[in-house]
Nanobody
Framework: VQLVESGGGSVQAGDSLRLSCAAS????????LGWFRQTPGKDREFVAG????????TSIEPVKARFTISIDNAKNTVYLQMNSLKPEDTALYYC?????????????????WGQGTQVTVSS
């Protein structure tokens, strides 16, 4: 499974961004997809996850009201719509494929990772 993220950038607080992750490879329907983020010196943090069917969605409390994860099966692409961005959302955002196909929040469940896309939010 190969994952390619796009859509990061530098924005002002309160702005929106939509991250995309294009997946390719065999048996994609066996995987859930998730978004993680990481800042220097800190562990990679789960942000949101979704099963391939879209029926299971999980996300962390700090972003629940602002971020929306979705999947377009026809395009093999998962999205993270981020609204009302805050400076603390600044991070390198990674897309990952989850073999449990449940939108897991556990980093250890994810077998494949993209290269990341940088999101920088200034106040």
């Amino acid at each position: 499974v190969q994952l390619v993220e796009s859509g990061g950038g530098s924005v002002q607080a309160g702005d929106s961004l939509r991250l995309s992750c294009a997946a390719s490879g065999r048996t994609l329907s066996s995987y859930g997809l998730g978004w993680f983020r990481q800042t220097p010196g800190k562990d990679r943090e789960f942000v949101a996850g979704i099963s391939w069917s879209g029926s299971t969605i999980t996300s962390i409390e700090p972003v629940k009201a602002r971020f929306t994860i979705s999947i377009d099966n026809a395009k093999n692409t998962v999205y993270l719509q981020m609204n009302s961005l805050k400076p603390e959302d600044t991070a390198l955002y990674y897309c990952a494929a989850d073999s449990s196909n449940g939108g897991s929040s556990w980093k250890e469940d994810y077998d494949y990772w993209g290269q990341g896309t940088q999101v920088t939010v200034s106040s």
